[in-house]
């Protein structure tokens, strides 16, 4: 039986075969995918600006954590890319990956040392912060099937001061220019407006909000299934237990 370790890394370089989730590659670029999950929209969005055509395969949240997928990603996460037999998982290493190998230029993710340091930065301030707070949240409570937990609610409430005082002074996420790490954090402030918090309290993020959607060739058809998949999930959470805010 191979380790984990070795296991994930064979999965970089080979398709394994399944059943369930086929690896037979109709189109080149293949995204397993759920529309509920933000990171899965934020590579869809990323794919649309860059001009590469995906072949999305629908993958059911329950059926990460099965044999057939563990072959696919060891991590039990979507999204994952499949590129001509190249498994990547991690939403913003595929944008990455997809806008350098792709991109007509390096406009959404400059090969200047500086400029995507920032963009770089923005990538963990989202994973590790800002979506984070937003998922312990949403795992605690609707996915858990808890009480609304008001210290945990609060956690989102830090990054995004943070996040809108960065935006006071820079046009978007990374500077002057609409790049790749608008896209990630479109996709988690796209979920963290559809829980319920009130961003018109936080003007530049709303207004940046504004500013990047029409930045995405067909936003809202990318995402509007998705975020009202959410906002059912925690209209029925909500009813459930009806927080006091
Ligand atoms: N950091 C990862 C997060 C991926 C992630 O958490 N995906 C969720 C859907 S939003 C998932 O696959 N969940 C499977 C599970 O909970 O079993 C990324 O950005 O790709």
Redesign the pocket.
């Known amino acids: 039986m191979l380790s984990l370790t070795k296991q994930f890394l064979r999965s970089q370089i080979q398709v394994p075969p399944s059943a369930a989730f086929s690896t037979e590659v109709k189109r080149h670029i293949t995204l397993y995918q ?1 529309p ?5 929209r934020a590579v869809i969005m990323a794919a649309k600006l860059i001009g590469v055509d995906l072949e999305l395969k629908h993958v059911q ?2 059926d ?2 099965t044999q057939e997928f563990l072959k696919i990603n060891p991590l ?4 994952v890319l499949n590129d001509g037999g190249f498994l990547l ?4 290493a595929i944008l990455t990956y997809l806008s350098d190998k792709y991109g007509k230029d390096d406009s959404l993710y400059p090969r200047d040392l500086q400029a995507r340091a920032i963009i770089d930065q923005m990538f963990y301030f989202d ?1 590790g912060t800002l979506y984070q707070a937003m ?1 312990d949240y949403w795992n605690y409570c609707v996915l858990k099937d808890n009480p609304h937990d008001e210290q945990r609610y609060r956690r989102v409430f830090g990054p995004l001061n943070l996040f809108n005082e960065t935006l006071g002074v820079s046009k978007f996420a990374a500077g002057p220019k609409f790049t790749l790490a608008d896209v990630s954090l479109l996709a988690s402030v796209s979920a963290i407006d559809a829980i319920g918090v009130d961003l018109t309290k936080y003007p530049n993020i709303h207004s940046w909000s504004d500013r990047s959607q029409k930045m995405v060739p067909n936003y809202e058809e990318i995402n509007s299934k998705g975020v009202e998949q959410i906002k059912e999930k925690f209209r029925v959470w909500e009813d459930k237990f009806r927080p006091k805010k």
């Not at 998982?89 to 913003?92: K, Q």
């Open positions: 759920h509920i999950s933000p990171p899965c949240i329950k990460c954590k039990k996460r979507i999204p998982s991690e939403s913003r994973m998922v």
